[in-house]
């Protein structure tokens, strides 16, 4: 594999490398590092537990893998025909409509590490979204599970809420863009777009104000162009 097949925001250039791998994974910077020996050999975005089912913190290993592990707590109710139901659900406070079916949330590369929280293939929205797994982009969760055995140690650190907002990215997304790189190629995109539909600036017009002669007596002058000496006219703003 290449030394970086992804671009700066996930890379992996691990293979070949000796030493005992450990998993470092930084809940304030949505960041997972990958280590051989002392050596850092890969990098990956995240997405952690949200507020509400928030990531532990601690020392720990990977307890087992699982390559088509499903969830058996998240997941949705489908009917007989496989057409959802309700999505979302936790099998816990969640009773399941009448004549559906539980479907546990698909759940690719999983690997244990405390209880029913692992890391495992998903969705990144750009910020801490879980359960509180540890959501991998497509290509990097296959990569860590094929590098990772049982026994490896996970250290996980940080605060999720101090995590800042990051582009998504994709299941299935190989092309995990900068954000740093993205946001000028969107801009100069924007620019040139709208290039052509530009028009001159024009000179600022004087501000007209109406005028209304006063014509209380009849006259026999004909105002309809120009008002007569001596006449009140009264400016409105």
């Given at each position: 594999m290449a030394e970086n097949p992804l671009s700066s925001r996930a890379w992996w250039k691990g293979d070949g490398?000796?030493?005992?791998?450990?998993?470092?994974?930084?809940?304030?910077?949505?960041?997972?590092?990958?280590?051989?020996?002392?050596?850092?050999?890969?990098?990956?975005p995240i997405s952690s537990g949200r507020e509400s089912h928030g990531t532990v913190t601690g020392s720990?290993?990977?307890?087992?893998?699982?390559?088509?592990?499903?969830?058996s707590l998240f997941g949705s109710y489908i009917d007989k025909e496989g057409n959802l139901v309700q999505g979302d659900v936790d099998t816990r406070t969640d009773p399941a409509p009448p004549g559906t079916t539980y479907l546990g949330a698909n759940m690719r590369y999983f690997m244990r590490i405390v209880g029913g929280i692992g890391m495992?293939?998903?969705?990144?929205?750009g910020y801490p979204a879980s359960h509180g797994c540890i959501r991998l982009p497509t290509k990097m969760a296959a990569i860590f599970f094929k590098e990772t055995p049982p026994g490896t140690p996970v250290q996980i650190t940080g605060e999720s809420s101090l995590a800042a907002t990051e582009s998504e990215i994709p299941i299935g997304e190989d092309n995990i863009m900068d954000v740093a790189s993205a946001?000028?190629?969107r801009a100069a995109k924007k620019s040139k777009v709208a290039a052509p539909e530009s028009k001159p600036a024009t000179k600022a017009q004087p501000t007209v104000r109406?005028?209304?002669?006063?014509?209380?007596k009849p006259s026999f002058f004909n105002w309809s162009r120009r008002p007569p000496r001596g006449s009140t006219i009264f400016l409105n703003e």
């Open positions: 490398v000796a030493g005992k791998p450990k998993i470092v994974i930084n809940l304030s910077t949505q960041r997972v590092q990958y280590f051989k020996g002392k050596e850092l050999v890969g990098v990956s720990y290993s990977i307890l087992d893998k699982d390559i088509d592990h499903r969830s495992h293939e998903g969705y990144l929205p946001e000028p190629k109406r005028a209304i002669v006063d014509a209380t």
